[in-house]
């Protein structure tokens, strides 16, 4: 038993329907963990269960070593951050953050001090006092957060905590809670449905499907290697092309794609002679009218271009219809005149590392 | 002939207009009359018309007014209480226990529906059953704890308070199902994660974020048994006199109209009291969700 929270083969059966299929999770003391999946994959349910608000089916979670599967919330060194925020509106700032002390037998003016302390750990070290309708979504945030670490939990379980703040604000306090995580020290597990959310924040992403674990790796690992098509659809974008197996030698696999041939070096190679390959847009560009490889091009013509401010999309069509799509970061000065034009044929470099293999789906 | 310019320019004035007249005709100048009244003087077999506080004075000081209006208020607050107690776990059961949402959808329609039933029906539902004829004596004479027909049961304030609490108990439930429904669940959740137990839980957020309902129940239950005349009519016996019933003895058999003014003028003191109390706690309390 190495983690600080094991799940051991978790059922979670609504009726008839099946919420958690068999998941086996082993978390790392001091670790940010992220559930990632859509809505109805499981992640809140998984999440919920290590809070001890569902009861799984079957199976059983240990926290540090011990059996805590039929513990009610009260007794798991756990405390979680709701979506809502659920702060209670009747309490102060204060009274709130300091709620959850008394249980824990700590003295009035004990509570006042850590509660203080985890004011200003958050940024809000003058709002005590306020009632929680007078703040913002971003400082109620805070407050949540702040209420949630005070009793200094092994684990801190965030549902969805970013959710309800804007966009710019979200992104701020991504890194801001990054922060937390590392001065508190304590295992961070968060559930988002935001993939950019959880490369971001996490040590370790857990992708999950229909309530299994579609994938478990770190952020550039998931991003860099999916297993699976639903993984690369999931966490950034992915051109997604039929192609036969041609040849294979070791991890080199030659690959026929709408009758061009292409090279890849990928470290899961499917068994079967049809499969799906996956290209990052970014991962592909565009090559001079003067360059005169031959190794590893595709050639399209441009459909479209599409302005990002900071990138180029570009739409190349394939022979066969495949549309492919190319991300390149706009230089300095370049201009628009620039690119090539519509209708131009053009030849795509690919790295043969760059391209994943799938298994082909249904 | 008004032109059919002339009705959509002052469409919106005729709209108001009757309702505003109804309200001035059949309250305000009620209420005029009620007031002028109560400073009348009576001499038999006419009342004349005086500016005096005899009445008033009289309600202050025979004891037999006094004794009713307490009697009235004592009624009043037992009604109340025991719609609460009964009403608060029956909507806490509801809305926090009872997963099934189509079996919280009758229980609560159960609660509601007797409104839709004749008042007067539903009081005299009680004579039938605590009367000396009636089920709940032969009930207990069935199963042999008494030989005869009980006459405890009934014309008694027990009866009364028992009948008012049936009759009025839906006003109790009602605002406060409305209260605990808008807690959020994950308020109960979030007090569990920080070691409270659900006991502890009820009392520091569940309980106090329900205050609101409580209290518009509490002023509706006090309110309407307060003003109550039937139940102690049918149900209340000899000493189950109101102070509707005395007010309307005095309009009738006492042939005293500005002494019943002057009590509807205190009656209606009280009444407004109690509602501008509620209302201020209510606001104090306020909290947002």
């Known amino acids: ?115 203080k ?103 550039q690992d998931l991003y860099e290697h999916p297993k699976t098509t639903y993984v690369a659809n999931f966490i950034g974008t992915t051109n997604f092309m039929p192609a036969r197996i041609t040849a294979r030698n070791g991890i080199e696999t030659h690959l026929e794609i709408a009758g061009q041939s292409l090279l890849a070096r990928y470290d899961r190679v499917p068994d079967t002679e049809n ?65 090539s034009g519509i209708g131009a044929e053009v030849r795509i470099g690919i790295e043969p590392e760059n391209v994943f293999l799938f298994e082909r789906e249904g | 002939m008004m032109s059919q310019a002339f009705f959509a320019r002052h469409a919106g004035k005729l709209v108001l207009g009757i309702p505003i007249l109804w309200i001035i005709l059949f309250m305000l ?57 009964l009403a608060y776990p029956f909507a806490y059961y509801l809305v926090f226990r009872l997963k099934n949402t189509t079996m919280r959808l009758i229980l609560f329609m159960a609660v509601i529906a007797p409104l839709w039933i004749s008042y007067l029906l539903r009081a005299y539902v009680w004579k039938t059953i605590l009367g000396t004829e009636g089920i709940l004596n032969s009930f207990l004479m069935s199963i042999g704890m008494i030989d005869e027909p009980s006459g405890i049961f009934l014309y008694n304030q027990f009866a009364m308070v028992l009948t008012l609490t049936y009759i009025f108990i839906p006003f109790m439930v009602m605002p406060i199902y409305t209260a605990l429904e808008k807690i959020p669940p994950s308020f109960s959740e979030a007090s569990a994660d920080l070691g409270m137990s659900d006991f502890q839980t009820f009392l520091k957020v569940t309980l106090p974020l329900s205050m609101p309902g409580v209290v518009a ?35 009738g058999s006492a042939l005293n109209w500005p002494l019943g003014s002057a009590l509807a003028v205190v009656m209606l003191i009280i009444v407004l009291s109690i509602i501008s109390l509620s209302d201020w706690f209510e606001q104090s309390g306020k909290v947002e969700l």
Request: glycine fraction near 8%; include cysteine.
């Open chain 2, 29 to 85: 100048v009620p209420y005029g009359v009620l007031l002028t009244y109560s400073f009348w003087l009576k001499k038999y077999p006419l009342f004349v018309p005086a500016f005096q506080f005899g009445n008033y004075w009289t309600l202050l000081s025979d004891p037999q007014y006094i004794k009713v209006l307490l009697r009235t208020l004592k009624i009043a607050a037992l009604v109340s209480a025991a719609s609460l107690l």
């Open chain 1, 1 to 115: 038993m190495s983690g600080i929270i094991e799940l051991r083969n978790i059922s979670k059966h609504f009726g008839s329907v099946i919420g958690i299929d068999h998941v086996d999770l082993s978390v790392e003391d001091g670790e940010f963990l992220t559930l990632l999946g859509p809505s109805g994959c499981g992640k809140s349910t998984l999440l919920r269960m290590i809070g001890g608000f569902e009861e799984p089916t079957t199976g059983s979670i240990f926290l540090s070593g011990q059996d805590v599967t039929d513990l009610p919330p009260q007794k798991r060194d756990v405390n979680m951050m709701f979506q809502d925020y659920a702060l209670f509106p009747h309490m102060t700032v204060g009274q709130n953050i300091a709620y959850g002390l008394k249980m824990k037998g700590v003295g009035k003016a004990d509570a006042l001090q850590k509660a």
């Open chain 2, 217 to 251: 129940g509490f002023t509706m239950t006090f309110c309407l048994s307060f003003g109550d005349f039937i139940a102690p009519f049918l149900v209340g016996g000899p000493d189950g006199q109101m102070v509707a019933n005395v007010m309307a003895s005095q309009f």
């Open chain 1, 275 to 339: 499969i799906q390959i996956g290209i990052r847009p970014e991962k592909a560009h565009i090559l001079d009218a003067e360059s005169t490889t031959k190794s590893n091009v595709l050639v399209g013509r441009v459909a479209e271009h599409i302005y990002h401010g900071s990138s180029l999309r570009t739409t190349i069509k394939l022979t066969d219809g495949i549309e492919f799509h190319i991300d390149a970061m706009l230089p300095l000065g370049m201009a628009r005149a620039d690119v």
């Open chain 1, 117 to 219: 302390a985890a004011l200003e750990l958050v940024g809000l070290p003058d709002k005590i006092d306020q009632m929680p309708h007078q703040m913002s979504g971003g400082q109620r945030q805070r407050i949540a957060l702040a209420r949630a670490i005070v009793r200094e939990p092994k684990v801190l379980l965030l549902d969805e905590p970013l959710s309800a703040l804007d966009a710019n604000l979200r992104e701020q306090m991504q890194v801001e809670l990054k922060h937390i995580h590392d001065k508190l020290g304590i295992t961070f597990i968060m559930v988002t449905h935001d993939q950019r959310e959880a490369l971001v924040m996490s040590d370790r992403v857990i992708v999950m499907e229909r309530g299994r674990i579609a994938q478990d790796g770190s952020p």
